[in-house]
């Protein structure tokens, strides 16, 4: 298995900082052969906005990280892509600018898709953000991902749809399924799947669904689903 490293970044530095030396820390021991780019920050940008920052404060912040943690790789011998992951709406130029790769985080259900229309929403979003690395000025192109899709099976809120008036169940999480996976395999759409496993601990967002986005439950049993089998025709 390879994976990304990532570096969640908070308002503070600390955090950051600590984060840095842990991974920093792990590069020495275990080398970065199963290490396939580092991630500065999920969602920073967002979630700054929202707390009131501007997109151009919040952005420059990221872009910052990135070339801190890139100048740092790269003086410790590492030769390690770098980049970041935020919602599809508010990646714009100069961030993607700055990145080796780029995770756009894509949700229909909080975006008031249906169920049936979930694909064709992701794909309009996505083909934005590709845009946006077809006119970059860096070379190679920063390479360009589907950083989060899914559909969550359940929620702690009985009965809850979204805005479309779709709900949060197997029978839709299914349904997403067979009209994604094999869609955006044979597109050669770069893309991850949100998530693998159900994470009880999200109960707490206020969110009824945050914890049941798995393909699997929280024991790590599949649900009752099938998931689709397609070549696919990019790699990581």
């Not at 842990?22 to 021991?29: K, P, W």
């Not at 999920?42 to 801190?68: C, F, H, P, W």
């Not at 197997?170 to 693998?196: E, I, K, M």
């Amino acid at each position: 298995m390879k994976i990304y490293a990532a570096i969640y970044l908070e308002p503070e530095e600390e955090s950051y900082t600590r984060q840095k030396k842990i991974l920093e820390d792990a590069l020495a021991v275990y080398g970065t052969a199963n290490v396939l780019g580092v991630a500065v920050g999920n969602e920073y940008i967002l979630q700054a906005i929202q707390a009131g920052d501007t997109t151009e404060n919040s952005t420059a912040r990221v872009v910052e990280k990135m070339n801190e943690v890139r100048t740092d790789l790269t003086a410790l011998g590492y030769t390690l892509p770098v980049g970041t992951s935020d919602t599809g709406g508010t990646i714009s130029q100069s961030l993607v600018d700055a990145a080796e790769f780029v995770f756009a985080n894509i949700h229909p259900w909080f975006s008031g898709s249906t169920a049936e229309t979930a694909t064709e929403f992701a794909d309009s979003q996505f083909v934005s953000a590709e845009a946006l690395a077809t006119a970059s000025t860096r070379t190679p192109s920063p390479i360009m991902y589907q950083g989060e899709f899914g559909w969550p099976s359940d929620s702690d809120t009985t009965g809850e749809t979204n805005q479309g008036g779709s709900a949060a169940s197997v029978a839709n999480l299914q349904l997403a399924l067979n009209n994604w996976v094999c869609h955006a395999n044979t597109a050669g759409t770069r893309y991850f799947w949100f998530s693998p496993f159900d994470e009880p601990w999200k109960a707490t967002s206020g969110l009824g669904v945050e914890a049941h986005w798995g393909l699997f439950d929280k024991d790590g049993n599949l649900k009752d689903i099938t998931i689709p089998t397609c070549t696919a025709k990019n790699t990581p």
